[in-house]
Each structure stands twice: as C-alpha cells, then as structure tokens.
C-alpha cells in the first residue's frame, strides 16, 4: 500500500510541475488566438515571383508547344495572352527593385514579342523558332539584370498540359 501512495504522490507532483510549466503557454495561445480574426481575409500581395510562376511562365509554355505545333491560332491567343500577362504584373507591382516594371518589360520583350506576331502572320514555323529562342534569352536577360540569375528559363520540350490539345484547334 505504501508504494501507491508514493507512486500517486509522485504523479501528483508531475501533473503539478507540467500545469506550471504548461499554463502559461496555455494562456499565451488562447491570447494570439483571440487576436487573430478568422472573418477578415488576410491581405495578401504576391510577389514578382509568384506572378512570373502563376502568370507568364505558362503562357510562355503554351506559346512555346503551340508555335511547335504550328497551331497559328492558338499561338497567336497565347502570344496575346502573354502580352497582357506582363501589363497585368505591371499594374500589379509598378515599381521592383527600383525600376519603373513597365518600362523594363517593354524595353525586355517588346522585339521578341513582335518578332513572334509577325511569324505567326505568316505561319512560318522557322520565324517562330528563332523569335521563341529570342524570346527565352530575353527573359533570362532580364532574370539577370534584376540578380535572378538562378531562374534559367528554356524552350519547353515537352508538354505539361496532358488535358490540352496543341496540335489542332477547334472550330
């Protein structure tokens, strides 16, 4: 008998410790929590990454697997995709790293882009190549210059998109 006592003295005295020990943790928690508000959306603003990531890189993709493909229609839809892409990120974040983003995305693609309209005018798949090629070097130009030297950016080759059709287009 005299050892459950000492078994539940002891048991006693660490439930005790642990409360000390835990009780202010217990309070700190149940205060963040009542601070936070779970009504308000947080406000969140993506990063010049995250729009690149979510934004241009698939329409650089789809461009890319389209011109392959000399599907013209599509790639022409996609070249303006990618057109308004960058005008969004503009508006999104007008000055990075110092520099007015506009005038650094034009300066950046406006020949690679133009070069690629007219190749898709005149549905000329070795055009495409050559502008698609200079289109790349030109965001890697530009991945450098803002210290992003590490995002190399290639001309896909393969399609990421097994749920899309590039070769034919619907009518």
């Not at 969004?88 to 007008?94: D, G, L, N, V």
Request: hydrophobic fraction near 45%.
């Amino acid at each position: 008998m005299k050892t459950a006592t000492v078994y539940s003295q002891r048991c006693a005295r660490t439930i005790a410790a642990l409360l000390v020990v835990t009780a202010p943790c217990v309070a700190l928690s149940q205060t963040v929590a009542a601070k936070i508000d779970t009504t308000v959306p947080l406000d969140y603003h993506s990063s010049m990454g995250d729009l690149m990531t979510m934004v241009v890189q698939p329409r650089h993709i789809k461009l890319g697997l389209a011109g392959k493909q000399q599907n013209w229609i599509y790639a022409k839809y996609e070249l303006s995709e990618l057109r308004n892409a960058f005008a969004r990120i503009a508006r999104a974040i007008p000055q990075y790293q110092s520099i007015d983003t506009a005038a650094l995305t034009g300066a950046t693609m406006q020949a690679p882009l133009n070069a690629l309209q007219k190749a898709i005018e005149a549905n000329s798949a070795t055009q495409f190549t050559e502008a698609y090629t200079q289109l790349t070097e030109a965001c890697n130009a530009c991945h450098c210059n803002r210290n992003h030297g590490a995002v190399v950016i290639k001309v896909p080759d393969a399609a990421m998109y097994p749920d899309q059709e590039f070769l034919r287009t619907l009518r």
